[in-house]
């Protein structure tokens, strides 16, 4: 089991950058693949996009295509989600999540751990 603590959420203004992190619990976290997700109020929770375990494949949503940069120091137990050009709609609770898998998905079922989220929040 592992447990994912995020943290470098805020508040923002549109047009500047964030940079999230995810710490996992475990040394092995080289064996997990990572996704970031995210929720807005009265929506479903949304895929932002992934990386595989070996970090040799990236997915991203296309809301986020060329802002958005996901990363992983395995040594640090790390994931990180550079956040680029902001925009008031990628306003969310953003969570990350883990699977041991090879390869990374895109549908929140398909992970079995989550950290608790961090408030991300862009105004206009």
């Known amino acids: 089991q592992v447990q994912l603590v995020e943290s470098g959420g805020g508040l923002v203004q549109a047009g500047t950058s964030l940079r999230l992190s995810c710490v996992a619990s475990?040394?092995?976290?080289?064996?997990?693949?990572m996704a970031w997700f995210r929720q807005a109020p009265g929506k479903e929770r949304e895929f932002v996009g992934s990386i595989s375990r070996n970090s040799g494949q990236t997915n991203y949503t296309d809301s986020v295509k060329g802002r958005f940069t996901i990363s992983r120091d395995n040594a640090k137990n790390t994931v990180y989600l550079q956040m680029n050009t902001l925009r008031p709609e990628d306003t969310a609770v953003y969570y990350c999540?883990?699977?041991?898998?090879?390869?990374?998905?895109?549908?929140?079922?398909?992970?079995?751990?989550w950290g608790q989220g961090t408030q991300v929040t862009v105004s206009s």
């Open positions: 475990r040394r092995a976290l080289s064996l997990y693949a």
């Open positions: 999540a883990a699977q041991l898998t090879i390869a990374a998905f895109t549908i929140p079922n398909e992970y079995a751990y």
